[in-house]
């Protein structure tokens, strides 16, 4: 079942059960899944199947800029973990170089757009890609101390040449379709358990604490700062939107809550996050200052340097680096891929979509874009499902969305205007229809239930998608052979399975080998 069947004629989107229909299941490309509605007559409808995906160009429109609204905070964060505004306040590199906070921003803004757009065309699914938050910080934190930031650079284009690749041979589908049903059913739990962590860690509902619990409720147990309320008082407008299937019910949420987070700013003067102010808003300030408009500086393209890392630091330790990303946006993409397509409705009974050949392709090619330009690999983000959840089925909402993205080159401060509290509002609702998917999963087996839970809370617990997807991959493999079924894993399960207990080992592989 998919979200929108948890919300049938809400968006206008497929339920869930007609996800068998349409073309030959497990196929990667041809038309969706349909529920028996005529194609539109426009060649516009024709090409995106818009009518036959249950969908409106209105909704389409709406959802890609919910997708946008939800996405935004990467043109803000990006720049402040990849760069700074002074070298004393950015990740150096070996040698003391460092980016730009306000050219990282351009070229985060001018990727994203770009390859959002290519998605939307090419693959024709509601997907947004922008800057990975997991190789980004990756690379600030663990490679540019041993190579400069073009080399890094470097390593994440190789990175994508080689996912480009695994998806042209079909290497990448073969894998996605070796994986059982039941752990693609889980993916997309733990990635909505996941999405609704995230907006409570960037809402500040939750923290960390000092000692004792890792985490805890707001501030020393209660909420106490305006952001955090702020947020709340949005969650749950959006949620009784939600629930009396009030059309554009998330996107009506975010702009009243962002007019209520800008008077709130106007009245009591909070301003962002600190050591000295911890009430703060986390990331962006909801006030209009400066410029509204600006040319961007697009210095950073083409600042790359292919294998300079190699000689640099040997052949060795940069295969591992590159090992390391390979794996973290191969496995980040298809767990992402996977929830947001039974989000929409779109998955066949093997969990495959259409065009999902194409689709891997182009988020191959974003990471390739994303190296070019000195921006990080660009994936596919799971904050689509906001937009999804909005109505958006086609391709349609992605080129929306895209245009969004190159227009916040220029416009900055609009962009950061919508603060991350009131995003994290929208992703706690979609991560709570994404928990619908668990009917699906087997939990009175406990061989099926044992892999499913792992990957279901690794995923929030670690931060991390591909961290969910391994503890999976290994438990079903190791479980299933163990318990006798060993014929029914797929031999390309063992093959991933071997590679995520190299990817889970890599700190004492590295150490042994001295690299």
Known sequence: MSITSTQS???GGNSGN??????????????????????GTSPLDRFFEITRRGSTVAREIRGGVVTFFTMAYIVVLNPLILGGFSADRAPRDVLGGWLPALQVGAVTGLTAGVMTIIFGLVARLPFGLAAGLGINSFLAVSVIHEVTWPEAMGLVVINGILIVLFGITGARTAIFKAVPKELKAAITVGIGLFIAFIGFVDSGFVTRTPGGPPVQLGTDGSIATIPTLVFIIGLLLMSVLVARKVQGGLLIGIVVATILAVVAEQVFHIGAAGPDNPGGWHLNTPVI??????????SLVGQVDFFGAFGRIGGLAATMLVFTLVFTNFFDAMGAMTGLAKSAGLSYKDGTFPRLKSAFIVEGFGAVAGGLNSGSSNTVYIDSAAGIGEGARTGLASIVTGLLFIGS???????????????????????????????EIRMDKFSVALPAFLTIVTMPLTYSIANGIGAGFISWTVVATASGKARK???????????????????????????
Do not use: C
Request: overall charge positive; proline content about 6%.
């Open 9 to 11: 004629g809400t968006q």
């Open 18 to 39: 007609t996800s068998a229909r349409g073309r030959k299941a497990g196929s990667s490309g041809g038309a969706a899944p349909t529920s028996g509605t005529p194609g």
């Open 289 to 298: 200052s400066g410029q509204l408009v600006s040319v961007p500086d697009l």
């Open 409 to 439: 080159m220029f416009l900055t401060p609009l962009t950061s205007v919508v603060p991350l509290e009131v995003a994290a509002g929208a992703l706690v609702v979609v991560g709570a229809l994404m928990m619908s998917q668990i009917r």
């Open 489 to 515: 894993v797929h031999w390309l399960m063992w093959v991933v399975t071997v590679g995520f207990l190299v990817y889970f080992a890599r700190g004492p592989i590295n150490t042994l080998m001295g690299v």
